[in-house]
């Protein structure tokens, strides 16, 4: 058995579309993180990031439980453990983990610094903007090319289209035209047929709720809760001349981590 500390966002879709792809029993562990659940000590415990999402697999290597967040780790860890969208043969399995790596250091952030300056930003950057926004033209470009001559990203269908496919399905808060980007559309819409894809969508769908963040959501996700999660408040953007502390504080410092 699999648990899912999930919400449904395009980080948070990815795990149960592999999970109901592979068929997996999982049980889903909600974590509001437009209320501030991704900082209680027990979430933290699983994943210090404070980041949907995360899995316990409860029976991990050895028949011991194992915790595992990022889900470019989370996808690659189901991959082997099930042998599937994940090749053994190693020129196809680096194919998948170089656009596995491609979504989650590029598409992901890129994407989302694109929907947060569009979508959740308090104030209109306009360099902002232009900076993400071209960044994910960009970015659906290489896409695009890439998958005029091949079906799926890495070839055959594979978790680094898991990863990426929840991404260009909230292509609207990044005012991104798919008529634009032909061989994207074909693709995500061949995935979004998938039968798995569209469970893995039902999970907590009422849930769902992408820009416009009210005012807790707000406070949750890019407020001094992030600096602050479950312990003493640090302070905020201190000087770089302020130092950080060093020897034995520096350790001190280290072992304050959340575990
Ligand atoms: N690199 C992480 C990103 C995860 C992530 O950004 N999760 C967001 C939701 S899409 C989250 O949990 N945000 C809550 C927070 O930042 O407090 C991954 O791929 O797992």
Redesign the pocket.
């Known amino acids: 058995m699999i648990d899912l500390y999930f ?1 449904p ?4 879709q ?1 795990i149960p579309i592999m999970l109901e792809e592979c068929g997996l029993e999982y049980r889903v562990k909600p ?1 509001n ?1 437009l209320r ?1 659940e ?2 209680k000590p027990a979430f933290l415990r699983i994943n210090p ?6 899995i316990v697999d409860q029976d991990g290597p050895g028949g011991e439980p194992l915790a595992l ?6 996808l690659q860890y189901l991959g082997e453990k099930t042998g599937r969208f994940l090749p053994r043969e190693r020129r196809a399995r680096y194919t998948v983990l170089q656009w596995l790596t491609f979504q ?1 250091a590029n598409v ?2 890129m994407f ?1 610094q694109c929907g947060h300056f569009l979508g959740y930003a308090p104030r209109k950057i306009q360099y902002a903007i232009d900076r993400y926004r071209n960044e994910t033209l960009r970015l659906y470009g290489v896409m695009d090319r890439r998958l005029k001559s091949v079906e799926y990203l890495a070839g055959k269908y594979s978790i680094a289209d898991m ?1 990426t496919w929840p991404w260009v399905r909230v292509r609207w808060l990044h005012r991104i035209d798919l008529a634009e980007f032909p061989h994207v559309q074909r693709w995500y819409e061949a995935i979004g047929a998938r039968p798995a894809v569209q469970r893995a969508l039902e999970v907590l769908a009422k849930r769902e709720k992408i820009g416009n963040p009210d005012a807790k959501a707000r406070e ?2 890019f407020g001094r ?2 600096l602050t999660q479950s312990r003493r408040p640090r302070r905020v953007a201190a000087p770089a001349s302020a130092g950080r502390p060093k020897g034995r504080r520096a350790d001190k410092a280290a072992l304050r981590t959340p575990r």
């Open positions: 919400w966002t395009p980080n948070g990815k974590v993180m501030g991704q900082f990031n404070n980041k949907i999402p995360a967040f990022e889900s470019g780790a989370i989650v992901g952030p989302g990863a949750a996700l809760s992030q």
